[in-house]
């Protein structure tokens, strides 16, 4: 629609020794003018929170912790819609968060998204499913009042590849009947990383990614923004 894209994203590695993995994605509401905006804010503000805790400790945050960067996040943007003379709900956006850390992992969710693994046994699960609204194509947001509905799990890191994804590809990565993750779907995205011989970023896999999420074939099947973060750990 020659608009701005409403997703947001960051993945990285953080801690003095980098072993903690996080990855963040946020989808602004189609219904917020500003929905863009408000994910942009979200995943920069969660990023910093989590940086600077991983500079004091190696362990994964606390639900104090997490619910001071939400709070943080809310303040932020009821701020930024009061200079605009808008409403923080203008700004409104999903947020998921995966942080792994030693043998513990954390999900944080609002909204709709769902983070996946893939177990040590090579079965994918999710370890957290999208969310619906009380109305069909509705979803929570963090800027909902009084309070979001955030939704904070805790697993074992007993999994080998993860991805984190917006709701853009959920019908191409989730069999909502069955409420599975659809296996060949992440064996064809996480393939390539296993056999990868760099760490980190792999430039022609992400290029390759971007091709396949932009492509007519996929685009038929969803018209929203796409945003999926994968990793593998050998």
């Known amino acids: ?7 947001a994203f960051s993945c990285f590695l953080a801690g003095s020794d980098a072993s ?3 990855a963040v994605v946020c989808d ?19 990023s910093r929170g989590l940086r600077e805790h991983f500079k004091r400790a190696a362990t994964v945050p606390t639900d104090d912790q997490i619910w001071s ?4 996040c809310r303040d932020l943007l009821a701020d930024v819609a009061s200079a605009r003379g808008k409403t923080r709900r203008d700004f409104a956006s ?39 609204g009380e109305y069909a194509s509705t979803t929570y947001f963090l800027t909902d009042d009084p309070a979001p509905r955030l939704r904070i799990d805790r697993h074992g890191a007993d999994f080998d590849a993860v991805a984190v994804f917006t709701d853009g590809i959920e019908n191409l990565a989730l069999d909502h009947a069955a409420l ?29 990614l971007a091709g396949f999420l932009s492509s007519q074939r996929v685009c038929e099947r969803t018209d929203d923004d796409k945003t999926l973060i994968t990793a593998s750990r050998r």
Request: net charge negative; with cysteine; glycine share 12%.
């Open 69 to 72: 960067w939400v709070d943080e």
């Open 28 to 46: 602004g509401a189609g219904s917020a003018a500003f929905g863009g905006e408000g994910a942009s804010l979200i995943v920069r503000t969660v």
């Open 94 to 132: 999903t947020l998921v968060l995966l942080v792994v850390s030693g043998g513990d992992a954390l999900a944080v969710h609002v909204g709709d998204g769902a983070i996946v693994v893939r177990s040590t046994e090579g079965a994918w699960k999710a370890l957290s499913w999208p969310e619906s």
């Open 180 to 208: 599975v993750p659809h296996e060949p779907f992440f064996r064809s995205m996480v393939g390539p990383l296993d056999q990868a011989t760099s760490e980190g970023k792999v430039r022609s896999i992400s290029d390759a």
């Open 1 to 7: 629609m020659g608009t701005r894209k409403q997703d």
């Open 20 to 22: 903690a993995f996080c």
